[in-house]
């Protein structure tokens, strides 16, 4: 008995040091990646002021967009909507290259290929902070969405975890590591694009500098304390990554198809539930991406929010975020997620009404509250559900193939959202979209009824 609760204890004090490892790897991270994010508006508007001809191409397609469904022509929602062209570029990427590096990793190991992508990133940074034209700029992006394996690689370490708790914990650490890294990482953009136009440099090279600071610190991070979660013994042979075509078909990722390509397949009924969670994922995050992407249309028109007040208002949502993962997101009990995602999606109906016919600030406020809660649950709680499927060399291909779902979805989400906001209205919008959270909630009461041999 000694022995079984030694070798217990020896389990849980190796998850808690990988989670508190890929917390600290996932913030640096996401502090290189969020830095761009204030700074977009003025590298637009620097690369339209110099007559770029790479700038000038891709702004006739968002003009062909803008009216096609009827938006005004206003500096503030041009850069929105360019802003949104080059995010979709990037999550397109993202779909393509995740189901790929989550497979690589269960035949590699996760640790040479978290090195391999942060080598990516370090150079996309390199790419960003000698760039002075745009088609450098979206040459830094293409290289970045290739590489930004980090969230799928980090999500099957946690993966590897033998405990359910454990994931469960290390699932809402992720979480915790995006709440801060997206509050802390725009401000510090913004305080050093400052400093850089005081000292004469180009205003975004300190960011840039800074960014590829924060992936060589995480390289040698990843290099120096991260141990490999997969053991050799179990890593994935050629014959069960299954054919690339797997990887990269839609219709193969919603069937998880490569997870089939095993000696020993999971049984039909599991495959159900994991389809089932994933189309869940994919829904959710298609009707979530699209009006977080038309929230900026919102506040700006009905409230004339300034940069400054849309800055306010996402460290308001972060810093929520950030609390209920680190408090209750994390303490859900195995057995309780199904229930607890349900319950946060149920509050988004509420929450984007309030949004879509709030007439002050303190309904709307009200509204992002309720949204704050659910965007902390949902995706920690999913991912924590989607990694108890696959075999133990194969949860790199499952959360690889939910990260690249989740990609798609926030590709396609802003698009079909900003249409339907145009053409008919903020109010109708926002309505129509929390009701068809309906879709995700009937979803997720299939997967409770499915009943796993």
């Known amino acids: 008995m000694s022995a079984m609760n030694k070798s217990a204890e020896d389990e849980g004090s190796f998850s808690s040091k990988v989670i508190g490892i890929v917390f600290i790897i996932l913030l640096l991270d996401l502090l290189g990646f969020t830095l761009i994010l204030p700074l977009l508006p003025s590298i637009l508007d620097h690369y339209a002021q110099a007559g770029d001809v790479t700038y000038r191409s891709l702004q006739s397609v968002v003009d062909c967009f803008r009216e096609a469904v009827g938006i005004p022509m206003e500096k503030k929602y041009n850069t929105v909507l360019f802003g949104g062209l080059i995010g979709s570029l990037f999550s397109l990427l993202q779909f393509l290259s995740s189901p790929v590096t989550g497979a690589l990793s269960d035949r590699h190991g996760r640790r040479p290929l978290l090195i391999l992508t942060t080598l990516g990133l370090i150079s996309s940074y390199a790419v960003w902070a000698v760039s002075r034209s745009f088609g450098m700029f979206l040459l830094f992006r293409v290289i970045g969405g290739i590489c930004k394996g980090n969230v799928s690689l980090c999500t099957a370490i946690v993966a590897d975890l033998p405990c359910p708790k454990a994931r469960n914990r290390g699932m809402a650490m992720i979480g915790v590591a995006f709440s801060l890294g997206f509050t802390v990482g725009p401000l510090m953009g913004a305080y050093f694009a400052v400093s850089s136009k005081t000292t004469g440099n180009v205003f975004h090279e300190t960011p840039a500098l800074l960014a590829l600071a924060f992936s060589v610190a995480d390289l040698f991070f990843i ?12 890593k994935a042979s050629p014959s069960a990554r299954g054919d690339s075509w797997d990887l990269l078909s839609p219709l193969s990722l919603f069937h998880f198809t490569a997870v089939t390509k095993t000696k020993e397949p999971p049984s039909k009924e599991r495959m ?20 977080e992407f038309t929230l900026s249309f919102l506040t700006h028109q009905r409230f004339q929010f300034t940069s400054m007040q849309q800055g306010k208002m996402f460290f308001f949502i972060g810093v929520i975020m950030a609390l209920i993962q680190g408090g209750y997101a994390r303490r859900i009990k195995p057995g309780q997620h199904i229930r607890a995602v349900r319950l946060a999606i149920m509050m988004l109906v509420p929450a984007f009404i309030l949004i879509g016919l709030s007439w002050n600030i303190t309904m709307l406020y009200l509204g ?27 949860k790199g291909t499952v959360m690889g193939i939910l990260r690249s779902l989740g990609a798609l979805a926030r590709a396609l989400g802003p698009v079909v959202s900003s249409s339907v ?11 129509i979209t929390s009701a068809s959270f309906v879709i995700p909630l009937i979803l997720l009461s299939k997967a409770r009824t499915l009943k796993e041999e």
């Open 223 to 234: 290099w120096l304390m991260l141990p490999e979660t997969l053991p050799k013994g179990i």
């Open 421 to 431: 906001y145009w053409i008919a209205g903020a109010q109708t919008c926002f309505l």
């Open 368 to 394: 992002l509250a309720l949204y704050s809660y659910a965007a902390a649950i949902v995706v920690p709680c999913l991912s924590t559900l989607v990694a108890d499927h696959g075999s133990s060399n194969q």
């Open 272 to 291: 159900q539930k994991l389809q089932v969670l994933g189309l869940v994922y994919f829904c959710y995050l298609f009707l979530f991406s699209g009006l």
